[in-house]
């Protein structure tokens, strides 16, 4: 555990670099092998929007993460924040716990309060008008969605009082969790329903690209299935009955082009179409 902690520590942007690549090319694989949905697209063209927030999710990232360093080094310093105000504990759960938290704040409370607060749901829908979600929807982010998510990590570890070690760790988890849940891939449905009591499954984050409310306002969890269970916003709908895309921008076109998407966040509120079109495409 303590090894694993000090790889985490430094852990270099090299092998940052290649968990993000490889965890896409790996889920990309799969989803020619496994597919939920056989989705009539290029998958490349598909891809390159999805793939240009990638990237500057990756630079707002790196260029933020100096605060990030700055604030665990303090509470660690410190001894600030909720894990360190708890009573002396084995490091495995200290690590554990730290993570836990850190993707109640990071990724629970960040989602959900950009699902109920206008201007901000106005940026993550971005991320919901993707009308085939893929490994690569996994962080289709609004550069200013980007912002927004650090800006709750960054509370996050300085409320939680976690060490950088298990920030790395957590936002590594995160990366790969992330990816593995929007995948196109058809697991058993008692697998996923069995991985659902404890962490987030491909299915159940699915519910929550469903285009329309209220399968739009749940599930809203990253790596621990804990909190929407917690909370109440746990839902679920057949996979075969998940259409994706969001009610309020049905125009699939524009949803595929970045200079719209850029755009985006800052249309006029919109109401939700009657006569949404269900993307063509056959179950595999
Ligand atoms: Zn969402």
Do not use: C
């Amino acid at each position: 555990m303590e090894s694993l902690i000090n790889y985490f520590e430094s852990i270099p942007t090299l092998h940052r670099s290649v968990l993000l690549v490889g965890g896409i090319t790996l889920f990309w694989l799969l989803e020619g092998a496994l597919p939920l949905f056989k989705f009539k697209y290029k998958k490349w063209k598909h891809a390159w929007p999805n793939l240009f927030f990638t990237l500057t999710t990756v630079i707002v990232n790196f260029t933020l993460a100096f605060l990030l360093l700055k604030t665990a080094d303090w509470v660690t310093l410190n001894n600030f924040g909720i894990i360190n105000w708890l009573p002396e504990m084995p490091l495995w759960l200290y690590a554990m716990l730290g993570v836990l938290l850190l993707d109640f704040m990071g990724a629970y409370v960040a989602h959900y309060v950009e699902h109920k607060v206008e201007p901000l749901w106005r940026i993550h829908l971005v991320h919901h008008s993707d009308h085939n979600v893929d490994t690569t929807t996994a962080n289709r982010h609004h550069p200013l969605e980007s912002v927004i998510r650090f800006a709750f990590t960054l509370s996050g570890v300085f409320i939680i009082g976690t060490p950088i070690a298990i920030v790395f760790l957590y936002q590594s988890l995160s990366l790969v969790a992330t990816q593995f849940t929007h995948a196109n891939i058809k697991m058993p449905k008692t697998v996923d329903k069995i991985l659902s009591y404890v962490f987030i499954s491909p299915d159940m984050h699915k519910v929550h690209h469903h285009y329309k409310l209220p399968y739009t306002d749940s599930n809203y969890g990253n790596i621990f299935s804990i909190w929407d269970r917690l909370f109440g916003t746990y839902m679920e709908r057949d996979r075969e009955q998940i259409v994706y895309g969001i009610d309020t921008f049905p125009n699939a076109a524009g949803n595929a082009s970045l200079k719209y998407l850029l755009k985006q966040p800052f249309q006029k509120y919109r109401l939700p179409v009657s006569d949404y079109k269900v993307p063509v495409r056959s179950k595999s």
